[in-house]
């Protein structure tokens, strides 16, 4: 997974900026996948107040990043929204019988991911979120619908730091409220933390020179590394297992349920390696999609 994943989001990424707000979905841009969601008709789910309220506004709001190429990204000029997580969200409204032009994409920081689930501003989330026990307690997740792995960005003159077990006494950097920061708490492999609501943010203060690595998912860390490889590199091993689902309501059991059987129907169907093809697999390197975990 990791030599795939490196060599994939190398060859694909572009540059990134980091915005913030809503936005109204656009025609596919050169920057997109070109893939259309079929959109389903005369859809029921029944007992899900989510998709109720859905139906009532005519509308999807869908939560994502917009600073992570290949993945969840936003173009600073056309405004248009790209990558794998932004076509896997498509594939799930149209599912549910919602056209491109009837999503409205939020852009939700990782620290505020469970609390705009929880307050139902938007119905669900798609944006490399990664599924744990502590998070179960407060929203529901369907999938996972990818596996990544932790790494690390440095510095291309950087020697020392060539894994996580020679990260003692650097400063390292990550998102706010997310699993790869608490994981560098729990293993003790730095007492230096520095948090931003942007990955974005961290890249600039490594290059600044003011922390020493950036640490989250590989596939975002190489997307970063390969729009600006003279001055970042990613080095040592993956150190973890981030299976990314689609975060719903916690006690939406039918939506959650009806998201799991859309996903499971585009692993079968062939749409999922249509989606990965169209976006991370843009380098030729194949991919095998993870298997459904109901709960």
């Known amino acids: 997974m ?5 060599i994939l989001v190398a060859a694909a990424m572009a540059a990134a900026l980091a915005l913030a707000g809503c936005g109204q979905e656009g025609s596919p841009g050169a920057a997109g996948s070109g893939y259309e969601p079929v959109v389903a008709q005369n859809v029921t789910v029944e007992g899900s107040p989510t998709f109720q309220a859905m139906q009532q506004r005519g ?6 990043k917009d600073d992570q190429p290949g993945l969840g990204f936003r173009d600073a000029t056309t405004g248009e929204f790209s990558g794998f997580d932004i076509d896997v969200a498509k594939m799930v409204a149209g599912g549910l019988g919602f056209a491109p032009d009837q999503i409205d994409w939020k852009v939700v920081p990782s620290a505020a991911r469970e609390d705009v689930i929880e307050r ?4 669900y989330y798609v944006g490399t979120y990664t599924i744990n026990d502590k998070r179960k307690q407060r ?8 596996t990544a792995g932790q790494g ?20 390292v950097c990550s998102v706010t409220g997310s699993t790869p920061i608490q994981r560098v708490r729990d293993q003790n492999l730095t007492t230096s933390i520095v948090e931003f609501q942007t990955y974005t943010q961290c890249v600039d203060q490594l290059i600044n020179g003011q922390v020493d690595a950036v640490t989250t998912d590989d596939a975002i860390l190489l997307g970063y590394a390969s729009q600006n490889p003279e001055q970042l590199k990613v080095v040592g091993e993956t150190f973890s297992e981030e299976p990314y689902g689609i975060g719903v309501p916690l006690n939406d059991t039918a939506f959650r349920t009806k998201v799991n059987d859309l996903l499971q129907t585009a692993i079968d169907d062939g749409t999922w390696k249509t989606i990965y093809d169209g976006t991370l697999g843009k380098s030729g390197t194949p991919a095998d999609p993870p298997q459904i975990e109901r709960y």
């Open 152 to 171: 690390l960005l440095v510095r291309a003159d950087e020697n020392e730091i060539t894994g996580p077990q020679t990260l003692q006494g650097k400063t």
């Open 59 to 64: 509308r999807v709001v869908v939560g994502v």
């Open 2 to 6: 990791m030599k795939r994943t490196r």
């Open 139 to 146: 929203v529901g997740f369907a999938g996972p619908y990818y």
């Open 120 to 123: 139902g501003e938007v119905d």
